[in-house]
């Protein structure tokens, strides 16, 4: 398996408060992209990084936001969180090129 | 944006049948597909994936069918296990661009 692992596995907060999530990866793969996944509507992409510093907007990207600071870390930020940010959020990392992505195991992020 | 499928089918086979799940996408660039695999609690998992100037290819006990004619894609399992039972995705992505497109799954269900 890729060595992706993803911080907390599970989180409960509240309205209003900030979270972040944490994706740290082993592989030394460019690219880096964060999910959400709710039933009936698969993945969807937040946010992804094709290198150290450079990112770019998914197709539900409003409230979320995102950093890279070194090629194995990609740490997406809800800075207040809502209760429709309630999901499971799923880090993925890749090769440039026709290769496919390598999926964390997750992470259930409850907003009360 | 273009997507890949509408809704989330099930499919119910029995153990030691063969497994044909189908899939539909409109991004006429679309030129690398992969199909993933994801059990419950857990991230996809890559099977395997196919590029545009093939038709076929096969993996140890599945097989990915390309018709770029009406932009269908198929996996077929071969001799369906219980361990096979979860939910496939497929996915489509064009060479000049960095995202991938995932369509919203089937769930696979294998009777003993």
């Known amino acids: 398996d890729a060595g992706i692992t993803q911080s907390p596995r599970h989180k409960v907060t509240e309205t209003g408060t900030p979270v972040t999530l944490r994706c740290h990866q082993t592989e030394n793969h460019r690219y880096m992209y964060w999910y959400r996944q709710d039933p009936g509507h698969g993945l969807r992409l937040i946010h992804y990084?094709?290198?150290?510093?450079?990112?770019d907007k998914g197709e539900v990207s409003d409230g979320y936001s995102v950093s890279r600071s070194k090629t194995e870390d990609f740490l997406l930020t809800l800075e207040s969180a809502t209760s429709s940010q309630t999901s499971v959020y799923f880090c993925?990392?890749?090769?440039?090129?026709?290769?496919?992505?390598?999926f964390g195991d997750g992470t259930r992020l409850s907003i009360l | 944006g273009e997507s890949v499928g509408l809704h989330l089918p099930t499919l119910s086979v029995q153990e030691g049948d063969n497994s044909i799940i189908n899939c539909a996408y409109s991004?006429?660039?679309?030129?690398?597909f992969i199909w993933y695999k994801q059990e419950s609690g857990k991230g996809p998992q890559f099977i395997i994936d196919i590029r545009s100037n093939m038709d076929k290819r096969q993996g140890q006990r599945v097989t990915v069918l390309l018709n770029k004619t009406v932009k269908h894609l198929s996996l077929q399992i071969a001799a369906t296990q219980p361990g096979d039972s979860a939910v496939y995705f497929c996915?489509?992505?064009?060479?000049?661009?960095?995202?991938?497109?995932f369509g919203p799954g089937t769930s696979l269900s294998v009777i003993p």
């Open positions: 991004n006429s660039a679309s030129d690398y």
């Open positions: 996915a489509e992505k064009a060479t000049s661009y960095d995202k991938v497109i």
């Open positions: 993925a990392i890749s090769e440039v090129g026709l290769q496919p992505q390598h």
């Open positions: 990084s094709y290198g150290v510093k450079d990112t």
